[in-house]
């Protein structure tokens, strides 16, 4: 069974920094991709970049240059580093996870795997 465990969520003051993880367990596939989605109440989750088992990413254009993805140690993982957060940022944040080539999927329904999400949510 796979399963994906965010943590690292929390409000913090526009301007600051967050970082998220997302570490999968029962991952057997020797090559995948993770991705980092946000949605907020009545709209649709927004990618916002993924990572490959190499270490490749891709941005959305509304994050680039200020949130940078990259593998953690040891087990699948991922984390979401943010800075420079704006009040739009706020949003439940998820990772999912996918056997799948990372050029492939760009839509929510192309991802099997998907965690619980965690909120982040910036003052001004």
């Known amino acids: 069974q796979v399963e994906l465990v965010e943590s690292g969520g929390g409000s913090v003051q526009a301007g600051g920094s967050l970082r998220l993880s997302c570490v999968v367990s029962?991952?057997?596939?020797?090559?995948?991709?993770m991705s980092w989605f946000r949605q907020t109440p009545g709209t649709e989750r927004e990618l916002l970049g993924s990572?490959?088992?190499?270490?490749?990413?891709t941005y959305a254009d509304s994050v680039k240059g200020r949130f940078t993805i990259s593998q953690g140690d040891g087990k699948i993982s991922a984390t979401l580093q943010m800075h420079d957060l704006k009040r739009e940022d706020t949003a439940m944040y998820y990772c999912a996870a996918d056997p799948n080539y990372c050029g492939l999927l760009t839509r929510t329904w192309d991802f099997v795997y998907w965690g619980q999400g965690t909120q982040v949510k910036i003052s001004s």
């Open positions: 990572i490959d088992y190499d270490g490749n990413t």
């Open positions: 029962g991952l057997t596939y020797t090559s995948y991709c």
